[in-house]
């Protein structure tokens, strides 16, 4: 009898998702693959009523083993169609977009950030930093030395043997989990209408300190650094219209405030900011809910690491995040227009990819000028940004003609390199690495780890999650940590259950399995 290695659910003979919660059931041991891509290159998807699709609600769903830490989302592609929603209890993560995102710190481990986004899941485009004490997110590791996404501190990793402080059961292996600081969040469900949203909040002795439900579809997110507030943000309905975001507080499961919805695009302890249905980019306040400022989101934006970006038309204009005040505005030669223009930014350049003109465009962060461009950019084409100081191109595999896709790497200077995309794997997930201060990008849809050059490190066949200075791992039913790059580790522990993810908190790594989440410190 084969099983779903995420919720457990028995499967028929060949299935190769779960029918139950969408996990990728490959024979044990085989690689975990994304769901399966609709029929051949993806259509230009259909306007919604109002607002343009954003990039930070549809992307593509996380490896079922391996992905970024949760509420440490990668940048996945921009652009995905309407009908691909989050995966179960995934928050947001700007993606790939046909034919790009700021950073917010949700999703699964920092190996573990349950990457997110598609088709079952979801990713967004939020990075919400981790740092802080007690119930916050927070790393004791020293921020510029090993990083996810070009600046979000990775955990202390625990670099001497550790023992096993908590155990807690799981009635349903479909769960997303964040550890931040001694508390861990869980979340169950609300990916669909016959799925209630379950969001429960652990002590650090692992007790269900509460509870709450909501009945939506949609996800949870958060917290962000210093805070200890959760966000519950319900996915659009068929009308492409959001119901309202919950703030809820990470200490006792109360609703804390309530605001208009729309596509949660980044957030920090201090605000957050959403694209709402009338295509208003509003920064609201972490504490209140209350409008900081709002101005028209344009044809499409892109988050840096101390700007907002919108396109609209021939014109790029620059923001401040805090204030909202214009930095500086450029004319360009994108002419974009909604639904066919999706941007992402790196450090340095902001790219533009436009479905109108069939050209992808690098423009300067600085002023708008134009870097470089590339042309024959179309609708099976993806813009993204692994974090750091790369952005990328994407042209997705066909599955009918079988044939394999492609990654193209650039920086502002151009292109960088190429990785290929295989059919089987039909997205790239990519993430900006810094381990000991040195750079890498890891491909979270493959468990592999490259150098700056695009060159292998290494490759991992089971869970595995970085922390400062190394990497944990399972491999043959042991737990292990060992410093990237050296053949030895630096310990090694026996589980006695399954491990299908790993999530990590400073010196600690909790174990994700079937039926039960065990803390390590």
Avoid at 26 to 41: E, F, I, N, W
Avoid at 222 to 243: E, F
Avoid at 316 to 330: E, H, I, R, V
Avoid at 355 to 375: H, I, K, P, Q
Wanted: net charge negative; proline share 9%; glycine share 12%.
């Amino acid at each position: 009898m084969r099983v779903c290695t995420q919720c457990g659910l028995e499967l028929d003979g060949a299935a190769r998702f779960c029918s139950r919660c969408g996990a990728a059931s490959p024979v044990t041991g085989a690689p975990a693959a994304a769901p399966p891509p609709p029929p051949g290159p993806p259509a230009p998807p259909a306007p919604p009523p109002t607002a343009p699709i954003q990039a930070a609600a549809y992307a593509p769903p996380p490896p079922t083993l391996n992905m970024p830490p949760q509420g440490m989302p990668p940048y996945p592609p921009q652009g995905m169609p309407p009908q691909w929603a989050p995966p179960p209890g995934i928050p947001p993560q700007q993606g790939p977009q046909p034919g790009g995102g700021r950073k917010l710190a949700l999703i699964l481990g920092a190996a573990g950030v349950v990457l997110v986004l598609v088709a079952v899941g979801a990713f967004f485009a939020i990075r919400a930093m981790r740092d802080g004490g007690g119930g916050g997110g927070g790393t004791k590791a020293d921020p510029s030395d090993n990083t996810l996404n070009g600046s979000i501190p990775l955990a202390q990793a625990a670099t001497s043997e550790p023992e096993e402080v908590w155990s807690f059961h799981l009635d349903d292996s479909a769960v997303t989990v964040t550890p931040a600081g001694d508390r861990t969040y869980l979340s169950w469900g609300g990916y669909s209408e016959d799925e209630t949203l379950t969001v429960t909040g652990l002590d650090d002795h692992g007790e269900e300190s509460w509870s709450i439900t909501r009945n939506i579809e949609g996800y949870v997110t958060g917290p962000a650094d210093g805070s200890d507030i959760l966000y519950v943000v319900p996915y659009a309905d068929s009308d492409g219209v959001h119901a309202d975001i919950q703030a809820v507080s990470g200490d006792d499961g109360t609703t804390l405030w309530t605001t208009p919805g729309g596509n949660l695009a980044d957030y920090d302890k201090d605000a957050l900011f959403i694209v709402d249905d009338d295509n208003f980019l509003q920064r609201r306040d972490a504490a209140s809910g209350e409008l900081d400022w709002e101005k028209p989101a344009g044809d499409t934006q892109a988050y840096g690491q101390d700007q907002i970006f919108i396109v609209t038309g021939d014109t790029l204009t620059s923001y401040d995040p805090a204030s909202g005040d214009q930095n500086w505005t450029a004319d360009t030669s994108l002419a974009c227009e909604q639904y066919g223009c999706y941007a992402t930014a790196a450090d340095g350049l902001v790219l533009v990819g436009n479905t109108g003109t069939d050209r992808a465009t690098a423009l300067d962060s600085e002023d708008g000028s134009m870097l470089w461009a590339e042309d024959g950019y179309g609708y099976d084409h993806y813009v993204g940004t692994t974090g750091g100081d790369l952005v990328y191109i994407q042209t997705t595999p066909d599955s009918t003609s079988e044939t394999d896709g492609e990654v193209v790497f650039y920086d502002t200077e151009g292109e960088v390199g190429r990785l290929p995309v295989a059919v089987e794997d039909y997205w790239f997930y990519g993430s900006a690495i810094t381990i000991d201060r040195s750079p890498y990008v890891m491909d979270w849809t493959t468990s592999t780890l490259y150098d700056p050059l695009l060159g292998e490190v290494m490759s991992f066949d089971g869970p595995m999650a970085f922390a400062s200075g190394g990497v944990y791992q399972v491999v043959d039913d042991e737990l292990s940590y060992q410093h990237l790059g050296d053949e030895e580790q630096v310990w090694s522990i026996a589980l006695t259950g399954t491990a299908n993810n790993l999530q990590t908190a400073d010196d600690a790594v909790l174990v994700v399995g079937t039926d039960a989440i065990t803390r390590y410190e």
